[in-house]
C-alpha cells in the first residue's frame, strides 16, 4: 500500500527557508486519482492545510501562506516537496505530507510527520 | 474560508460508553466531511469520509452522520484505545479547514 515519508532539516533559523521533501512509496505519485497535500500542526495545537500538488504540476495553496510557500513534483523520484520562506517561531510545527484523494474522500495515507523548529 | 467548530472540545468517558462528537460547518458543505482520529506523537488517521463512509480496516463502532452543516460522529462502545483527539475536516471548497479538536479522555 501507499506509504509517505517525510525528510528534511529538524531546525531552522529564522528569516530562512523551511524545506522538507515527501517520499511516496508503494504507489505512483503521477496517479490521476491523487492530490499530494502538505499539512501542519503547531505543538499543542490544531492540523492546518498548507495546499496540494498534482502530478502535472499543478498547485493550490492555503491564502495564509501563498506568498510565502512553493510546492513542487519529482515524478521521476516519486517525491514532492514544500519551501517556505521567510520563517518565524509561529512556524514551528509537525509538518505531515498526506494522499489527497479529493473531494470525497479524506486524506489517506499520511506520513509520520517531521518537527521543524524555528529558532536561532 | 469555511470554518468547522466541534463541541465538545473535550470528553471524559469511561470504557463501554457511546460517545457522540459533533462538527459544525459555518455553511453548507454538502457531505464532503471526513473525521479523523490522531493519537499523541502519531499522524492523524482517516475514521470516516463522506460524512458516513467508513474507512477500510475501522472498526464498526465508528460511524458518521450529518449533511449540509451538522455532522456528528459516533462510538458505540468506547475501547481503551479510542481515548485520542478527533477532527473533524471539510473537503467542499479549498483552503481544505479541521475543527479545533475533541479529546476523548478516560474517566
Known amino acids: 500500500q501507499v506509504q509517505l515519508q517525510e525528510s528534511g532539516p529538524g531546525l531552522v533559523k529564522p528569516s530562512e527557508t523551511l524545506s522538507l521533501t515527501c517520499t511516496v512509496s508503494?504507489?505512483?505519485?503521477?496517479?490521476?486519482?491523487?492530490?499530494w497535500s502538505w499539512i501542519r500542526q503547531p505543538p499543542g495545537k490544531g492540523l492546518e492545510w498548507i495546499g496540494y500538488i498534482y502530478y502535472s504540476g499543478s498547485t493550490n495553496y492555503n491564502a495564509s501562506l501563498k506568498s510565502r510557500v512553493t510546492l513542487s513534483v519529482d515524478t521521476s523520484k516519486n517525491q514532492f516537496s514544500l519551501k517556505l520562506r521567510s520563517v518565524t517561531a509561529a512556524d514551528t510545527a509537525v509538518y505531515y505530507c498526506?494522499?489527497?484523494?479529493?473531494?470525497?474522500?479524506?486524506?489517506?495515507?499520511w506520513g509520520q510527520g517531521a518537527l521543524v523548529t524555528v529558532s536561532s | 474560508d469555511i470554518q468547522m467548530t466541534q463541541s465538545p472540545s473535550s470528553l471524559s468517558a469511561s470504557v463501554g460508553d457511546r460517545v457522540t462528537i459533533t462538527c459544525r460547518a459555518s455553511q453548507s458543505i454538502s457531505s464532503y466531511l471526513n473525521w479523523y482520529q490522531q493519537k499523541p506523537g502519531k499522524a492523524p488517521k482517516l475514521l470516516i469520509y463522506?460524512?458516513?463512509s467508513s474507512q477500510s480496516g475501522v472498526p464498526s463502532r465508528f460511524s458518521g452522520s450529518g449533511s449540509g452543516t451538522d455532522f456528528t460522529l459516533a462510538i458505540s462502545s468506547l475501547q481503551p484505545e479510542d481515548f485520542a483527539t478527533y477532527y473533524c475536516?471539510?473537503?467542499?471548497?479549498?483552503?481544505?479547514?479541521f475543527g479545533q479538536g475533541t479529546t476523548l479522555e478516560i474517566k
Open positions: 463522506a460524512a458516513s
Open positions: 498526506a494522499r489527497d484523494l479529493g473531494v470525497t474522500a479524506g486524506f489517506d495515507p
Open positions: 475536516q471539510q473537503n467542499y471548497n479549498t483552503p481544505r479547514t
Open positions: 508503494g504507489g505512483s505519485i503521477s496517479s490521476g486519482s491523487s492530490y
